[in-house]
């Protein structure tokens, strides 16, 4: 059974800094491609960095520059460094690990969710 586990969220003042982790379980971790997300009330979820397979990275325009996305292969698990933290960066973050063909595309079936860790950043 596949699982992954988040931690490391919690309330900040802005400014601030977080570090979450997504523990996995059930998969070859290494495997697999990686995403961070994350959901603001009332507002769709959106990405916010993604590593892929070959270990480059990709970043949302609103957090780059001060946030970190990350793996550690030998435990199974997946960082999102979060540095000088605004108050619209609050929002639950969803970790998402993947398995993909052709250019990143998602392969039906290999597509896993963590249950979100909530980020609030206050003014």
């Known amino acids: 059974q596949v699982q992954l586990v988040e931690s490391g969220g919690g309330e900040v003042q802005a400014g601030g800094s977080l570090r979450l982790s997504c523990a996995a379980s059930g998969i070859t971790f290494r495997t697999y491609a990686m995403g961070w997300y994350r959901q603001a009330p009332g507002k769709q979820r959106e990405l916010v960095a993604t590593?892929?397979?070959?270990?480059?990275?990709d970043y949302a325009d609103s957090v780059k520059g001060r946030f970190t996305i990350s793996r550690d292969n030998a435990k199974n698990t997946a960082f999102l460094q979060m540095n000088s933290l605004k108050p619209e960066d609050t929002g639950v973050y969803y970790c998402?690990?993947?398995?993909?063909?052709?250019?990143?595309?998602?392969?039906?079936?290999?597509?896993?969710w963590g249950q979100g860790t909530q980020v609030t950043a206050s003014s």
């Open positions: 998402n690990v993947y398995r993909t063909f052709g250019s990143n595309f998602k392969l039906p079936g290999y597509d896993y």
């Open positions: 590593m892929f397979n070959d270990g480059s990275t």
